[in-house]
């Protein structure tokens, strides 16, 4: 059922908040409320959790055999060289070059100095859908708010109306 300008669903990592289904009233308004409340908004790279799916860079300062662009499986692990497999799901891109500079450390280098940085975000995706100008599926990065998503969809279309929003959590 559409009853304003767009439905907006997310297919990963958003909180429910009390398990309500929808919000209705100003997009700006109603739906920002309730992610105002749980704290989503912007976020920096630092607050990220890689997981699943993404696609992270991994470089290790004058080793460039040991750099490289690896996607996170879905059991949150990746594989590099020397070190094999390391668990990178649920951590920031930080406590991630920690790990991997102290497993090259054990055996191989002197003082490692690596990078990570998340490429592709692609563990977290919300629909939007309903009167938007590009209904469709998109990534997002770390929290995001409805006008963000709207956004996304390149805005409302001629028909929306822009006082009623349904937004599933």
Not at 50 to 73: E, F, H, K, M, N
Not at 109 to 117: H, M, R
């Given at each position: 059922?559409?009853?304003?300008?767009?439905?907006?669903?997310?297919?990963?990592?958003?909180?429910?908040?009390?398990?309500?289904?929808?919000?209705?009233?100003?997009?700006?308004?109603?739906?920002?409320?309730?992610?105002?409340?749980?704290?989503?908004?912007?976020?920096?790279?630092?607050?990220?959790?890689?997981?699943?799916?993404?696609?992270?860079?991994?470089?290790?300062?004058?080793?460039?055999?040991?750099?490289?662009?690896?996607?996170?499986?879905?059991?949150?692990?990746?594989?590099?060289?020397?070190?094999?497999?390391?668990?990178?799901?649920?951590?920031?891109?930080?406590?991630?070059?920690?790990?991997?500079?102290?497993?090259?450390?054990?055996?191989?280098?002197?003082?490692?100095?690596?990078?990570?940085?998340?490429?592709?975000?692609?563990?977290?995706?919300?629909?939007?859908?309903?009167?938007?100008?590009?209904?469709?599926?998109?990534?997002?990065t770390g929290k995001t708010?409805?006008l963000r998503a709207i956004?996304?969809?390149?805005?409302?279309?001629?028909?929306?109306?822009?006082?009623?929003?349904?937004?599933?959590?």
């Amino acid at each position: 059922v559409l009853w304003g300008a767009a439905t907006c669903s997310p297919t990963a990592n958003f909180p429910r908040p009390g398990g309500a289904p929808a919000a209705r009233g100003s997009a700006a308004a109603a739906a920002n409320q309730i992610f105002a409340a749980k704290g989503v908004n912007d976020t920096s790279s630092e607050d990220y959790r890689i997981a699943g799916l993404d696609v992270i860079d991994v470089s290790v300062l004058g080793v460039p055999d040991l750099s490289r662009s690896v996607q996170v499986s879905s059991s949150g692990n990746i594989t590099l060289p020397l070190i094999h497999q390391v668990k990178a799901g649920g951590k920031t891109t930080a406590q991630l070059e920690r790990d991997i500079a102290s497993k090259l450390q054990a055996n191989y280098l002197q003082s490692p100095q690596v990078s990570v940085f998340v490429k592709e975000y692609n563990s977290q995706r919300i629909t939007v859908d309903g009167a938007v100008q590009k209904p469709g599926i998109y990534p997002i990065t770390g929290k995001t708010s409805l006008l963000r998503a709207i956004a996304l969809a390149q805005g409302l279309n001629e028909v929306a109306d822009s006082s009623g929003v349904i937004l599933f959590r």
